[in-house]
C-alpha cells in the first residue's frame, strides 16, 4: 500500500502552501484529516500503477506529506514477504500514466 513520508526540508518556492491548502479544504469539507486523503490519493495512485503492462508485481506509494513529492517505490520480496530490492518505478510526465 502507499505511506506518507514526512522530512526536513528547505523552503521551497514552488506552489507546496497552494497544495498543502487545496488538500486542508478538501480534508475539512470532508471532514476527514490530510493524512487521511493523502492516504487515499495513495492507494488510488497504487491501483493506477498496477493497472499499466509493466508495474511491478510489488509496489507502495510514497507521499512527503511537507513536498507532496509522489514516488512509486517498486519491490521484490523474498517468500517470507521482506524486501529484497526495491527501485523507484515513478512514472514520468511522459508516460500515458503520468
Same mark, same amino acid.
Given at each position: 500500500?502507499?505511506?506518507? &513520508?514526512?522530512?526536513?526540508?528547505?523552503?521551497?518556492?514552488?506552489? *507546496?502552501? =497552494?497544495? +498543502?491548502?487545496?488538500? =486542508?479544504?478538501?480534508?475539512?469539507? !470532508?471532514? %476527514?484529516?490530510?493524512? *487521511?486523503? /493523502?492516504?487515499? $490519493?495513495? *492507494?488510488?495512485? /497504487?491501483?493506477?500503477? !498496477? !493497472?499499466?503492462? @509493466?508495474?511491478?508485481?510489488?509496489? =507502495?506509494? +510514497?507521499?512527503?506529506? @511537507? #513536498?507532496?513529492?509522489? +514516488?512509486? $517505490?517498486?519491490?521484490? %520480496?523474498? @517468500?517470507?514477504?521482506?524486501? $529484497?530490492? &526495491?527501485?523507484?518505478? #515513478?512514472?514520468?510526465? &511522459?508516460?500515458?500514466?503520468?
Amino acid at each position: 500500500m502507499g505511506y506518507i &513520508e514526512r522530512h526536513e526540508h528547505e523552503a521551497r518556492s514552488d506552489n *507546496t502552501a =497552494e497544495i +498543502r491548502e487545496a488538500l =486542508e479544504a478538501v480534508a475539512q469539507a !470532508k471532514n %476527514l484529516s490530510v493524512e *487521511t486523503l /493523502l492516504e487515499a $490519493m495513495a *492507494t488510488g495512485m /497504487l491501483a493506477a500503477y !498496477k !493497472k499499466q503492462p @509493466d508495474s511491478a508485481e510489488e509496489a =507502495e506509494v +510514497r507521499i512527503d506529506a @511537507d #513536498t507532496f513529492e509522489i +514516488r512509486i $517505490m517498486a519491490q521484490e %520480496l523474498d @517468500d517470507e514477504g521482506a524486501v $529484497m530490492r &526495491e527501485w523507484d518505478d #515513478t512514472p514520468g510526465p &511522459e508516460s500515458p500514466a503520468g
